[in-house]
């Protein structure tokens, strides 16, 4: 079983920038498709973006597509997102999650998550 832990989360002003990163445990995440979730107040949690074992497909949320990057080095077993020109929306807790599928978008293809990471963005 993997265990994931986030990091990097903070507070934000508008137009800024934060790199969250996802390390894991207990597994190698060469095995799994990962993707960033997150939710925000009285908000469902939704998929942020998501790539494949070989980073040969990534998806995108509408709304982040051209500000947020999701990468992985799986010789150092963590994942990360890059949130540039943050907004208001973007508050949110974000998590990191683990899949058996190389395609996974929705949260039932998850089955390993983290406890979540804050990020605020206010001016």
């Known amino acids: 079983q993997v265990q994931l832990e986030e990091s990097g989360g903070g507070l934000v002003q508008p137009g800024a920038s934060l790199r969250l990163s996802c390390a894991a445990s207990?597994?190698?995440?060469?095995?799994?498709?990962m993707g960033w979730f997150r939710r925000a107040p009285g908000k469902e949690r939704e998929v942020v973006a998501a790539?494949?074992?070989?980073?040969?497909?990534?998806y995108y949320k509408d709304s982040v597509k051209g500000r947020f990057s999701i990468s992985r080095d799986n010789a150092k077993n963590t994942v990360y997102l890059q949130m540039n020109n943050l907004k208001p929306d973007d508050t949110a807790v974000y998590y990191c999650?683990?899949?058996?599928?190389?395609?996974?978008?929705?949260?039932?293809?998850?089955?390993?998550w983290g406890q979540g990471t804050q990020v605020t963005v206010s001016s």
């Open positions: 999650a683990a899949s058996n599928s190389d395609y996974a978008i929705r949260r039932g293809d998850y089955m390993y």
């Open positions: 790539i494949s074992r070989s980073s040969t497909w990534t």
């Open positions: 207990g597994e190698t995440l060469r095995s799994y498709g």
